[in-house]
């Protein structure tokens, strides 16, 4: 299908540019973040100290802004970065995590989207939800991931929230979870790939996120780097957990076994196993 | 053994309930006991801002105080958790790592114990002995793990150490090491699981403290919890080395075999490896 | 070879010590630092609050500088921990990560360079470059490293680079890269041992500093610690990819791999392989 080769082409440039990947990231997946950079091809910058960010994102391919631990010192910190990636036009990455838990994160993520233009937010329905929910009541808002709603139902109501969205903020909106979707605003893909085991693993959603500061590091397109980046981590969290079976192993080695798949990555690997389609 | 099938249920419990387990915690090991949470069966967040640690807390099953590396801005978003968390009786349970090392640690931890009421403290011989310290002279204290004693002999002071603390500060104290002592002041229990091995992997202590959490987040004995938590990382620790060897192969290994086993944790492990017993 | 049998020697002065090895680092490889630490036979304490690091500096047999991640808070516990380890005669091993990247670390360093002495400085070659930069032209500055010269060129530049470093902060000097230079300004040696699947790996460069920590906690030679601790690396390298071959496995594997490597390192290893010569 052409969408595969289209990721294929996508991670040969991350082979080639080995684009350099800032990250201002949690403390938690700080370290799997920057081995799943390299893994892929790319090579990891995690500064965070203010005094310093705007002349090391000067430097860099794409900026991934991921709020997993927050404090002052690095919301500040995320700012300053952001705004000189936008001014430089290198594309910001935002990972929301866990906004709308607290009071707190939803006015960091408030002031985010006021400052910087993401190029890509990625995150599960509840947190693309609660960003809706932060710009003002859209239609899809309260009414995804409703427990008396078909799936069936609950993704055509995702697919509105991550539409309107997008065109709202103009940036690529990536709802992950058992299907992913992927809109532009224009243009909607389905990803049906991955396995219940990513969940089981801590950071998973933000390595994810990683992928995709790489694919639109190396790509102009981020419509394709959002896309390719949540189906690169569908299909290598497969492979692992195939591999993870035939040796009737356990977690541990399901995450060792993803950074493998994620190294060896390849072309084929998407067109085997790669489910994803426009809807 | 009674004791065995009571594990079983707790560890049960947590695969059922999939108790939101919150760390404030040190980078060195915050992203193992993420995962050693998830591994378990529980689900872990790792928030820390004084300004959302409220909120947060109000929303979980336990919360884990790890002060393995401390600053000013950690320690004052403890004690508001931690109050928090007393306030909504939801279990608290301390890593006291290194107190005693330095005076900074000891008024650290002379602080919480003023202000937060602990489900469980786990720490081994010499934190435990720091924290009675610290707290007054009491006639374990100063006379447990001394060189010129049988192994017998400090297990006995060690054992009285656990009983008067617990009394003391009404909580379950859990003394982690060669063999380990669980005691609530009116029970005490010792268990004779583990491996050396374990010592040489960074964290398997706060770890343990963490598999602590998830088992008083799920069930509200706090006594079986620690019991619970120490276990199945005593028992997981043999498995984990008995596969390392069999592969022939070394620590890192070790570690990854160690969440496999965990992972994978059930009542027959525990019917098969426990070496639990009352005394 | 002389020198193998040395850097065995050192090796088990560093089982038999287990000297502890004080960290201040950064958050992306601070788990695994600690792990190498362990896995080689020495004992990590990573505190880094500046009301207790004097009073920790002072129980430890050696202190590494990273500072891959900086903030204010971390750059003054350093220079007070330094300066205590300097009072007490402790060993000092700087890692100048990223050095030359940002004016921010460029004056770091340079406050470093004029407040503590070290034992030891390990990085890459533009990193030592940078540092030189920082002290004023030196004649090996700009000139090594050069594309338009050879690789025997370069070694010769880098070689008196580090030799002239050396001399100028009284400090031995590692550079370390395809081919690693490890000088006291008297005597200079070259490693030629590794892989390039090491640069896959965040955080080796660290590690490396890491095991240099070790064996000049353990042995008053600092050259030797120096020589030592990259040998150490570039070997265990070597056999990590050798074992992730022979399991046709990926980057995830080879990590595993490398800390058995570590664990299990004999002077075996290095008469097998060690290829270290003076020059």
New interface residues.
Partial sequence: MEINKKIGEALNSIKNKKPLVHHIT???????C??IT??LGGS??????K??VE??VS?VSALVLNI??????IVESMIIAGKKANELNIPVILDPV?VG?????SSVIKKFIKEIKFAVIRGNVSEIKAIAGIEGKTRGVDACSEDTLSKEENLIKAKKLAEELSKKLKTVIAITGEVDIISNGDKTYFIENGTELL?????TGCMCTSLIGNYCGANKNYLLGALSGVATMGIAGEIAKENMLKKD?????F??????????FSLKDIENRGNIYEK
């Fill in positions: 949690n403390y938690v997946t700080i370290n799997d920057a081995n390299l893994a990891p910058i995690m500064a965070e100290e005094k310093e002349e090391m430097i997993g631990e927050l404090s002052e010192r866990a838990a607290t009071k707190y994160r969940s089981k693993v801590t950071g192993a356990g977690i541990g080695t995450k060792v076994e993803l950074m493998d798949a994620i190294y060896k």
